[in-house]
T-cell receptor
Framework: NAGVTQTPKFRVLKTGQSMTLLCAQDMNHEYMYWYRQDPGMGLRLIHYSVGEGTTAKGEVPDGYNVSRLKKQNFLLGLESAAPSQTSVYFCASSLPRGKSTYEQYFGPGTRLTVT | QQQVKQSPQSLIVQKGGISIINCAYE??????FPWYQQFPGKGPALLIAIRPDVSEKKEGRFTISFNKSAKQFSLHIMDSQPGDSATYFCAASMKTSYDKVIFGPGTSLSVIP
């Protein structure tokens, strides 16, 4: 099993450009999450999904959109990138807590720089 | 407003010493408190977790102490090793909000020989 994979690993964007980050998991998890990690801020939840076709806003959703057309994939889009979106982005997945001891499995991250 | 507070921001411990990281929360609806460990260039990974109905949980050299009345919990790493050098995040979760996890800001631990 590959677990949670993220594409791309690194990306540099110019202000105003758009891009999509792809997250894929092969563990048949219902829940998927997108976080951003900034120094001194920990991990902040951007958007999450509790099932195919369902998404919801997290703590810092502005400037991002998401889609979950397939259970195994969760896409994060930036329509018009801004320097404030320079960050490391992590995707995670999990089973609902009632079905497991509850652990979020994280991908390796995408380092995004917006100039 | 930070829902989960964590200290210290960074910690240097000698090999064989005890590393202690403290966390505090406000929302009494939180019912699950995990700790995640992150090595440079990697995603976080679950280290150990506790529910508020117990006051302590131990797994190997790692122990969580939980004080429900004070709304505080801490991670103790006994016999700290250079391989423990990583960033540690405490976190809190409540089942009623789709298992969303609120992370603390993290502690960078360096264990020196």
């Amino acid at each position: 099993n590959a677990g949670v994979t993220q594409t791309p690993k690194f990306r540099v964007l110019k202000t105003g450009q758009s891009m999509t980050l792809l997250c894929a998991q092969d563990m048949n998890h219902e829940y998927m999450y997108w976080y951003r990690q900034d120094p001194g801020m920990g991990l902040r939840l951007i958007h999450y999904s509790v099932g195919e076709g369902t998404t919801a806003k997290g703590e810092v959703p502005d400037g991002y959109n998401v889609s979950r057309l397939k259970k195994q994939n969760f896409l994060l889009g930036l329509e018009s990138a801004a320097p404030s979106q320079t960050s490391v982005y992590f995707c995670a997945s999990s089973l609902p807590r009632g079905k497991s001891t509850y652990e979020q499995y994280f991908g390796p991250g995408t380092r995004l720089t917006v100039t | 407003q930070q829902q989960v507070k964590q200290s210290p921001q960074s910690l240097i411990v000698q090999k064989g010493g005890i590393s202690i990281i403290n966390c505090a929360y406000e929302n009494t609806a939180f019912d699950y408190f995990p700790w995640y460990q992150q090595f440079p260039g990697k995603g976080p990974a679950l280290l150990i977790a506790i529910r508020p109905d117990v006051s302590e949980k131990k797994e190997g050299r790692f122990t969580i102490s939980f004080n429900k009345s004070a709304k505080q919990f801490s991670l103790h790493i006994m016999d700290s090793q250079p391989g423990d050098s990583a960033t540690y995040f405490c976190a809190a979760s409540m089942k009623t909000s789709y298992d969303k996890v609120i992370f603390g800001p993290g502690t960078s631990l360096s264990v020196i020989p």
